[in-house]
T-cell receptor, first 114, second 115 residues
Framework: AQSVTQLDSQVPVFEEAPVELRCNYSSSVSVYLFWYVQYPNQGLQLLLKYLSGSTLVKGINGFEAEFNKSQTSFHLRKPSVHISDTAEYFC????????????FGTGTQLKVEL | DTGVSQDPRHKITKRGQNVTFRCDPISEHNRLYWYRQTLGQGPEFLTYFQNEAQLEKSRLLSDRFSAERPKGSFSTLEIQRTEQGDSAMYLCASSPSGQVIQPQHFGDGTRLSIL
């Protein structure tokens, strides 16, 4: 079985500052990793994914994440945040087989302040 | 690509009543997933279909819950004899199947409130 840990439940940051949202996973097999964003009263929107290849992946809205197998991490970063980035961010993991069901972390609330 | 559609968006009902939610996936997606999200938590897997076959059910899915996808297109999730603990956001997602992992596309969810 796999699991995901998002240690930071809330991250406050000023507009135009950089931000990093942390995600660590555990699994006994090779995994595939995702970051999703959720705005209030909406579903989840895919930000980016790591399936294979380059460990640095770029996503929408200027976000990027780096897969680190030795540290079992997949941290999300953005060099300069905007007010509109205020939302809940979820890290998720899946593996081949088993229908590719996703296991999510508990989420990190990013609050961008002026 | 019209996206994943869920209906209703909100449902308020009294404890003990039955409720049914509908999900229309992206048309060319043959996999359909149901997740449940409670306040302050990430979504938790409930069940998934490949075409019309329900291939896996989570232990979270008690015998009061039933899901169907009769023609391999839309799906319904029914909860019988609702309880306070069923209050949550119910999310539907769809994806293609294949050799390569495909990201799941989510609907906006149905928020269920039990009075």
């Amino acid at each position: 079985a796999q699991s995901v840990t998002q240690l930071d439940s809330q991250v406050p940051v000023f507009e135009e500052a950089p931000v990093e949202l942390r995600c660590n996973y555990s699994s006994s097999v090779s995994v595939y990793l995702f970051w999703y964003v959720q705005y209030p009263n909406q579903g989840l929107q895919l930000l980016l994914k790591y399936l294979s290849g380059s460990t640095l992946v770029k996503g929408i809205n200027g976000f990027e994440a780096e897969f680190n197998k030795s540290q079992t991490s997949f941290h999300l970063r953005k060099p300069s945040v905007h007010i509109s980035d205020t939302a809940e961010y979820f890290c998720a993991v899946t593996r081949t087989g088993g229908g590719n069901k996703l296991t999510f972390g508990t989420g990190t609330q990013l609050k961008v302040e002026l | 690509d019209t996206g994943v559609s869920q209906d209703p968006r909100h449902k308020i009902t009294k404890r003990g009543q039955n409720v049914t939610f509908r999900c229309d996936p992206i048309s060319e997606h043959n996999r359909l997933y149901w997740y449940r999200q409670t306040l302050g938590q990430g979504p938790e897997f409930l069940t998934y279909f490949q075409n019309e076959a329900q291939l896996e059910k989570s232990r979270l899915l008690s015998d009061r819950f039933s899901a169907e996808r009769p023609k391999g297109s839309f799906s319904t999730l029914e909860i019988q004899r609702t309880e306070q603990g069923d209050s949550a956001m119910y999310l539907c997602a769809s994806s293609p199947s294949g050799q390569v992992i495909q990201p799941q596309h989510f609907g906006d969810g149905t928020r269920l409130s039990i009075l």
